[in-house]
Every structure is written in structure tokens, then in C-alpha cells.
């Protein structure tokens, strides 16, 4: 049976779709369409592919719209009538048809610091437990077809943001050592924030919903590193923390009495309750208080009288 | 058209940059070598990544009587005692190394109770010896290695500023000729697939790990990269290929739907309790277990499945023959009428275990199925039949260096596209410990060779422009034979008429045929221009697929005997004297192939005491039987 279909050629000086009548049969692929266009009407018209088995990532293009694997998409999943459009994924320039130049994901891959070795633990020493291996197993289940990085509206018609943001396929890289029983560096969450921009990622899970692989980049992978981010880096009370005083002083109780007097009458601002370890309670159920510790401190009560505000109007000449 | 050729300096050049290739580089690199990979894909997508099963090695983790020692004798009976004895000794002591080795790169191998590497049964190997990531072992392989390599970069990055000043990956670059100075390596010329122009590497060193010859058969799983391009590059540069007449066809490749034909079903289905049966529902394999293996397996079908659970006082179930024993045990099935609809033969895993089970041993192949065919394994059997997997020949080595052997120098090969270690036929796993352990033996040892130069070789100024010209030909002749056309006539005959089984009359009639082809591919033409036309590339892989193919048909119609994966119709049987020969092809100067005969390595004594005399008398003539007794 012949059938329709629209394929994009052209290079990075531009292009446009092609009309294609072709021969499918039953239980074919998108791919076999593809080899069956260049061995009979179109022999140059580029488009990579190895395995045809969903195995090595290689058929990426965009199918109707949807980024998809070739060797992937059964034609019995179109409607009988349904024109078919191919295109090449579009986040990534053009070379020629459906080939495109992914050269951004292997520089961002570059860029993220390897496995680190535990130091002391010889070669056949390495013991791990299969439920700890389980969780990073599932990000290595990916055969980098780079259709998440597609399919991210972070960068995709976004070229400006590509410096700063390396994508799912390097989150998933970020979590895969991160949850390494082995792996010796323990700032991966770290990293993932502040270079690989873990921040831009607002969860729309579009790179969950193409995975091939049906890995859950999304729930598994960058959600709980952004939590693990939040919990180090914008938990309100540590921020408060943080600004009331400086980390060192944190972790050194006592500190306040060190803190060299204002020039003013007004009282000390006492620092929030900590425990042995330094940190405050997180939970209001431990703390002494209903309603969680204030960050004040618990000695200070407001409203607070205005003779003991510490307050200097910069007009009236008080200048220190 | 551009006629400026890019060149690039280093030390050594690995041609393919699947686990060999990279396993190579690595050593390479680390021997304080400048390295360059060449790639014909993007990097990380080379067949490796399609390896299932897993890596062979006698960890002894699951099976702590496993040892070099049997992981040796079960690779010599496997290959029918035609395999290079050195390299099938290298391989099962360092095949451990290699493995842990992987883990300090980062590998995540499925574990043990014990925390240790996991390891599983397989066709053909004596104790569960499959290290193993669920069924992604390749995948896991080829992205542990991608990986070490960038961790490589980064180191020199953080020296010289530089990711790629000590190793560099040339992705999707093709090499179409070796450059020789006189009887040495000085180079390698290619083209960017991107933008079609040439490059040339001047090096002394070159290492050959382009993998298998696949793609010259119809029904193969093997990716259109699989031309044979190091087995024809080694020819055109004066090395020798041996064992070419024995190509694996693995048994279970799936036959239906069309989309995935040729496409693996892993071995673990079976050996995971998978059975196969024949359109009468009987489990025919009880019925094809040769002689020589009668002992090992069983003979009911509840003994057999009294074995999954209770392996030490059970004899295995005959589904886990080696791959060439049941590949033909199918091929009979179906040829007595007795096959699936599709041509076939069913293998089931649905009914013997839950399907929460089945989706826990197997999710790539219960993925796999599902997304690609439309088919579920855990509710109906599988239409499986014989595929092109693998090649057992390949370039003639030295065991210890992996260096070619022949007139040239500074060639090495290893992987696939090296021959000897599997002998006549292959078990499964041993293809990915054989990478790693050759790979890293032939990077090793490429990299002192390099070191031995007193001066580097210089590469002819000519050869580059004839290089050159070659290359460009199908460009520029009008009205030459489509590509694909060709490709697909060359795959017919050797498909048909240099298959599974082979008869003298079609063996000939194939080699007629192959003449024929070649004056076609000679005036192979490709519309289009340089720039990723891959209507042009196959046209420049068809003189490679060709060259390979004549030594396969050549080598099989001279073998008269049936061993491993050369079944001769005419010669059903394996003939002791014919295990004592190894067939040798060359290019003579006007571009034919020359066969000859070279005696097979004579085993060492200490190896050969690891074997019983009952069965060695299966394999040796009464002559070296008597040598070995009065040893």
C-alpha cells in the first residue's frame, strides 16, 4: 500500500518539505520507510541510524510533530489516512535533512565531572547492594537519543539559554553519580545547580514524556535533586540563618555574646534556638513552642517596645 | 569541491569506537600516547550498545568452583578446539581484571547477596559466568568506557587546557584507506560523513576495531556500520585474515513483524527458562543434542526443569546447546515443515514463569517487544529464527599483541575484526570480555610499538591523491549503479547461497556471482553531493562488503568438513584433520583473493592435561592423541 508522506530536506542554509508517495507493509517502522525513500527515490537524504532496535539512540527526528525514534514508531500507531510528517529534531542545527549537529550534549557531558574512584578499595573489592545500584541502573538505561534535550522548552527555540543549561539527558548524569554507592564526590546536587542550571528546569516533565526508555527523569531524577537543593540552599529558616549570622558563627554555639555591641541602647538580637548539633529544629513537632521556633530568638516578644528598636533616620544628622 | 585534505598527528589511531576500540584508546592514552578514535557513528552508538547477555568472566562470584581454567576449556569446546589456544588462555585469566576494572570506571553491574558482581548462565559455559546489567550489558559496557574516556579529557583538560590534547573522538568519520611507508603503517585517510571532506591521519600506529561483516547478509543483527571495513583495510594493507569461512548466526532473532527482522532475542530467555517449540508444540531440541554434548544435558523435559532451580544435580535443558547447535536444530525444524508461520520456530517464555518475573529478568526484551513489534512475551510466545550475528574470522593476530600478522607492520586488530580467539564458533558473553581484553592488550601494545620507531613513517604524497580519487569516483560517474541496489543483490547471495547451510554447487555459484558483482561495484555511482550523503557512503563500503565476502564464500567451499559456524551439507561431519588447518586469506597484487592452509597452534601441554582423553578423541586425530599420551 502506498502512503503519504512529507519529509523535510535541506541544509543549514535552509529547506522544506518534500511530498513522497511510498510503499508500507504491514508491520513496518517509521525507519524502514526512511531506508525504503533512499533506496528508491531519494539516495542521499541523510539520517542516522544503527541499531533499529530502540537500543542506541541514533533515529531521533521529529514524527507529526512529536520527537520520536524511527526505529521505534510502528506505522500501524497512524490512522489508515494520517499524512505523515517527518522532521529533524529542532532544538539542534541543522546539517543536512534529518541529521543534526548534537555536538551541545557531548560538550555539556564533557563538562560534568566524571565517577570519582572511593580512594583505598582495590579493583573486585567494590561491594554494592542491588537496591542501591537500582536507583542509578535506571539513569544508564539511557541510550542518549537526546530527544529530552528536544523536547525542553528550556532550550529548544531558546539557543540562549544553552550556555547555562545543560538539560535532562546531564540531570540525569548529575543523579546517576550522585546516587553512585561509590561514587566519592559529594557535591553532584551542587553541581547540577549551579553550573549545569538545575533552576531553569520548571517540572513540566516533557523529557519524561518522550524518554524512549521510560526513564523518570522528571520524578526520579530532577525532582528530588532540586529538593535536596531547596533543603541545603533556600530553606527559609537557614537563610534566616545564614543572614542573622555568619556560618561560622552557626556552628560554634555560643556566639551571641561575642557579637561586639551596637551603638545604640537597644538589645542584642538573640539568635534562634539551636540544638547540640547547632541546626534549629525543622519540625514544629520537636520544638518547645507551638508554631515552630521563632528565628528571633525566643526571648523577644513583639510588639517590641519602641524605645529598644534600634532605629537612626539617615536625615537627622545621625550619621555614624 | 574542496580539494584541501585536513591532517592530524598522533601516535596511534583506533579505527571504530565500540568496546574494543575504546578500551584500546584508553590504554593507549594511558600509555602516555597521543590517541585519536575514529567513529563511523556518533560516539557511544557502536553495536556493542546491542549486546544482551552479558560479559564472560571467572569471577566466581555465583559459583565459586568457576576458574580460568573452565572458563578455558568451555571457550576451546565452544569453539570446537579450532580456536588460537593463546588467545582463548589470555582471554579467560585477564577477563576478570577487566571486568572489576569497569567498576572503578563507574560500571554498575548487577550484584550479588554479597554485594558482589551478579553473574549468570549462558549457552555454552559450565557455571554462571555472565556479569551482567539486567539484559543491557552492551549498553553499560560502551557507556562505562564513553565515560572513562571523557573522565580521561577532563584530566587533560585540567593540564593542558585542552579536552582534546592527549585523546580525541573524530565522530562520524569514515577511513577508507591505510597508509603505508613500505611495509609499515604511516597513516589512515578518511572522510567527515558531515561534510564529505577528507582528512588524513599521519600515525604509526594503527589499531583495527571496526567489528564484523554483517550487513552482507539479508537477515542479520547487525548495523549498517558492519561492512567489514578493518577485515578489507587489513587485506588492502598486506595483513591476513583467517577463519573467515565461520560466521555465527545467532538461533534466536526475531522473524516477525518485518520492522525488526534479524533482531535479537538474548540467550538469557533461555537461559532463564525460556524453551523452544516447533509448530506441534513439541520441544524439539531434545531430539539435536550431538554426541559430544550428550553427556551435559538432559534428557527428559522435568529433568531439564528440575535444572533452573537445582542446577548442581541436574544436567542443563538442550535449549542451552551452543549457538550453532541450535541454530541448526531450528533451521531443520522449519526445513521439515515443522515451522512458525513466519518461518520460524516459538520461543516461549510466557508459560513457564509470572509475568511480573519475566518483566524483572527481562525488561529490555519485554521493552523491546512491546514498543517495537506490538508483542507480548509474557502472554505469547516469540517467533524466533536463525540471524547473522557475528563473525569468528577476522585479522590473523599474534595471540599476546594483537598485532596483524602478514608483511605490514604497525597494524593491530582486536574484537570482532580480529580472528582465532572463538576458533569455529563463539559462546555467548565471550565477545564482550574478548573486547576488553584485547582491546586493552592491542592498545597496549600499539602504544610500544610506537615506542621501538626509531622514525616515524611518512605517508606518500601520491597514495593520499590516489586515496583520494578513489574515494570521489562514485561522484563523479554518470549513470553508475545505484548503491542500494547493489547491496541488496550482494545480500542475496550470500544469504542464499553462503548462509547456514552451504553446499559445494551453490558455494561456487556464489563466488561466480561474486565476480560478477564486483565489475557492477566497480561502476557503483551516487547522485548528490559530499555532504552527508549516505547514498555515497555505501557506495564506498560496497568494495569492503564485497573483498570480505569473496574470502568467506572462497573459505567455505574449501573447508569440507562441518564445525561451529560453517555447516557443510555435503560434509556433515567434523573431521579431525580438518581441526588441525586454519584457512588463510590475502589480496594478491591484482586485487584476488589468495587462500592457503596453516597448520592451527599446537596446544601446550599443560593445557591440553585440562581436558579428559574422551574428549579430546572427539576433536584430535589418533596421531596427536598419541602425542598427548606420551607427553
Redesign the interface.
Known sequence: MKRHFRVWRG?AGGGDLRDFEVEV?????VL?IIHRL???QA????????????????CSMEINGKPRLG??T?M?TFAENELITITPIRTFPV???L?T??SFN?EK??ET???A?PSGVA??D?????VD?ER??EF?????CFLCQNTCHVIRDHDENKPAFSGPRSFIRAAE?DM?PL?SRSDRKEYAQASQGLGYCNITKCCTEVC???IQITDNAIIPMKERVVDRRYDPLVWLGRKILRRDQLETRPAPSSVAAPPSSARLPASAAVGPDGHMDIAELTAPLQGGPSPFGDDLTFPIAPEELLYNHPDKGNKP | MSTTIERHLYDVVVIGAGGAGLRAAIEARLAGKRTAIISKSLFGKAHTVMAEGGAAAALGNVNSRDNWMVHFRDTMRGGKFLNNFRMAELHAKEAPERIWELETYGALFDRTKDGKISQRNFGGHEYPRLAHVGDRTGLELIRTLQQKIVSLQQEDFAATGSYDSRIRVFQETTITELLLDGDRVAGAFGYYRESGEFVLFEAPAVVLATGGVGRSYKVTSNSWEYTGDGHALALRAGATLINMEFLQFHPTGMVWPPSVKGILVTESVRGDGGVLRNSEQKRFMFDYVPDVFRKQYAETEEEADRWYTDPDNNRRPPELLPRDEVARAINSEVKAGRGSPAGGVFLDVSTRMPAEQIIRRLPSMHHQFKELADVDITKEPMEVGPTCHYVMGGVEVEPDTGAALGRVQGLFAAGEVSGGMHGSNRLGGNSLSDLLVFGKRAGEHAAAYVETLPSRPKVAKVDVAAAAEVALAPLVRPGGENPYTLQQDLQAVMGDLVGIIRRAGELTDALKRLQELRVRVANVGADGGRRYNPGWHLALDLRNMLVVSECTAKAALEREESRGGHTREDFPKMSPEWRRINLVCSLEETGEVHLERKPVPRMRAELITLFERTELAKYLTDEELSDVEAQ
Open positions: 541544509d507493509n504491514e508491520g513496518e517502522v524502514d533512499q533506496a528508491t539516495p542521499d537524504l541523510a539520517c542516522r541510524w544503527n541499531c533499529k532496535a530502540g537500543k542506541c539512540g541514533s526505529c521505534m510502528r500501524s546539517i543536512r535533512d541529521v549537529d548534537v557531548y557531558a564533557r565531572p566524571a565517577f574512584p579493583p573486585g567494590y561491594r554494592m547492594q542491588q545500584v542509578s541502573q544508564r538505561k539511557c541510550i542518549e553519580l553512585h561514587d524512549p526508555e521510560h
